[in-house]
T-cell receptor
Framework: DAKTTQPNSMESNEEEPVHLPCNHS???????IHWYRQLPSQGPEYVIH???SNVNNRMASLAIAEDRKSSTLILHRATLRDAAVYYC???????????????FGAGTTVTVRA | ETGVTQSPTHLIKTRGQQVTLRCSSQ?????VSWYQQALGQGPQFIFQ???????GRGNFPPRFSGLQFPNYSSELNVNALELDDSALYLC?????????????FGPGTRLTVL
């Protein structure tokens, strides 16, 4: 599986933007970049995904480098509720049907200061 | 719409015992994936079930097995429990690869092996 590299931790102040980097230098042409986050005592939840173009949704923005070897998740205005572990994942195809598998790394622990 | 549910919430077993964990997928989802999350680490893919068959497997021994039922709910069985099996077990449901790409996670079952 292609690997991702993320910083172990990042800190932010409330209502300031947070930029979470992810390196994935071995990404293949068909790999999608997914971001999930895991709040304390909960299962992971989907944040955003993309292939080549930058993506925006209600939770965040995803900026993908032109060579696709890196990406950045942007939380525009961090709130205390955004404190979580954020995982950058390259989605891998599975077998003969079904869905893709998610290969999680250690993620980035985001702390938001009030 | 009911989300992904898992039972039990917590479980304590001793070495050598067997355990069964259960997962009810979200309505309309036909694929269930299971993950193991050790303390302080990201989730690790165990296997995925699609149309009641195993669709792919991570690096886990055969004593980890599963089932998917016609209603798409699923079970994870672990035989001959070892101390290192202590972890949070997460299931995630999703649609097939041709439809939206998000996996929906349950809250997990915390297994402690003594």
């Amino acid at each position: 599986d292609a690997k991702t590299t993320q910083p172990n931790s990042m800190e932010s102040n409330e209502e300031e933007p947070v930029h979470l980097p992810c390196n994935h230098s071995t990404i293949s042409g068909t790999d999608y970049i997914h971001w999930y986050r895991q709040l304390p005592s909960q299962g992971p939840e989907y944040v955003i995904h993309g292939l080549t173009s930058n993506v925006n949704n209600r939770m965040a923005s995803l900026a993908i480098a032109e060579d696709r070897k890196s990406s950045t998740l942007i939380l525009h205005r961090a709130t205390l509720r955004d404190a979580a572990v954020y995982y950058c994942i390259l989605r891998a195809l599975m077998g003969w049907g079904g869905d893709y598998k998610l290969s999680f790394g250690a993620g980035t622990t985001v702390t938001v200061r009030a | 719409e009911t989300g992904v549910t898992q039972s039990p919430t917590h479980l304590i077993k001793t070495r050598g015992q067997q355990v069964t964990l259960r997962c009810s997928s979200q309505s309309g989802h036909n694929t269930v994936s299971w993950y193991q999350q050790a303390l302080g680490q990201g989730p690790q893919f165990i296997f995925q079930y699609y149309r009641e068959e195993e669709n792919g497997r991570g690096n886990f021994p055969p004593r980890f097995s599963g089932l998917q039922f016609p209603n798409y709910s699923s079970e994870l069985n672990v035989n001959a429990l070892e101390l290192d099996d202590s972890a949070l077990y997460l299931c995630a449901s999703s649609s097939t690869r041709d439809t939206p790409n998000e996996q929906f996670f349950g809250p997990g079952t915390r297994l402690t092996v003594l």
